[in-house]
């Protein structure tokens, strides 16, 4: 069974302090990750996605890929109450097939004023 | 870049009844289509992936169907809900293998 695991949280960071979102993958077939942010109520929204070894970085956002640990985290810098929200991690299955993403259940994260 | 229209955004509907639900996209051509639900307190659940018209592959079997009659059309069906259908429908959409699937806003159905 391929599996993507995340901590449930919740995961409270005061404002202004780094969030550090981690993911764990069974499939060492797996090629390419993904961090998406779901509001409550809301459907899932793209942050990052990242291929290869080593750090990916867009503004405040930094995804980080160890495929020898098969490890893959998200690092929120200078966190705003507008970051809290549930964070899902995927991988691809299938010798790296896009089309069946293997999802983890997603981290809360809250960002406290 | 590619959008995606989903309706009805909620939708109440009795044990036993018909459901259809509609995804279009813009913006795009020949895009890989998939139907996910969501169910409260649990994961993504692929349902149905489609890579062209007319083409769909089924990952849960169940009392749903999809079917893909235009390019950018996908639509979600069933017969006879059943209370287990409950949940967060969500269309998404690539357009290469590997690239980053994107979002319509979703179907919340709850069944009574």
């Known amino acids: 069974q391929k599996e993507v695991e995340q901590n449930s949280g919740p995961l409270s960071v005061p404002e202004g302090a780094i969030a550090s979102l981690n993911c764990t993958y069974s499939?060492?077939?797996?090629?390419?990750f993904f961090w998406y942010r779901q509001y409550s109520g809301k459907s899932p929204e793209l942050i990052m996605f990242i291929y290869s070894n080593g750090d990916k970085e867009d503004g405040r956002f930094t995804a980080q890929l160890n495929k020898a640990s098969q490890y893959v985290s998200l690092l929120i810098r200078d966190s705003q109450p507008s970051d809290s929200a549930t964070y899902l991690c995927a991988a691809t299955g299938d010798a790296g097939n896009n089309r069946k993403l293997i999802w983890g259940l997603g981290t809360s994260l809250a960002v406290n004023p | 870049s590619q959008t995606i229209h989903q309706w009805p955004a909620t939708l109440v509907q009795p044990v036993g009844s018909p459901l259809s639900l509609e995804c279009t996209v813009e913006?795009?051509?020949?895009?890989?289509l998939y139907w996910y639900r969501q169910a409260a307190g649990r994961g993504l659940q692929l349902l149905f992936y489609?890579?062209?018209?007319?083409?769909i592959s089924s990952e849960v079997p169940q009392n749903l169907s999809a079917s893909r009659p235009q390019d950018r059309q996908f639509i979600l069906s069933s017969k006879k809900l059943l209370l287990s259908d409950s949940g967060f429908y969500l269309c998404a959409c690539d357009r290469v293998d590997n690239q980053p699937q994107h979002f319509g806003d979703g179907t919340r159905l709850s069944i009574l």
């Open positions: 913006g795009t051509s020949n895009p890989n």
């Open positions: 489609s890579v062209g018209i007319g083409q």
């Open positions: 499939d060492r077939g797996s090629q390419s």
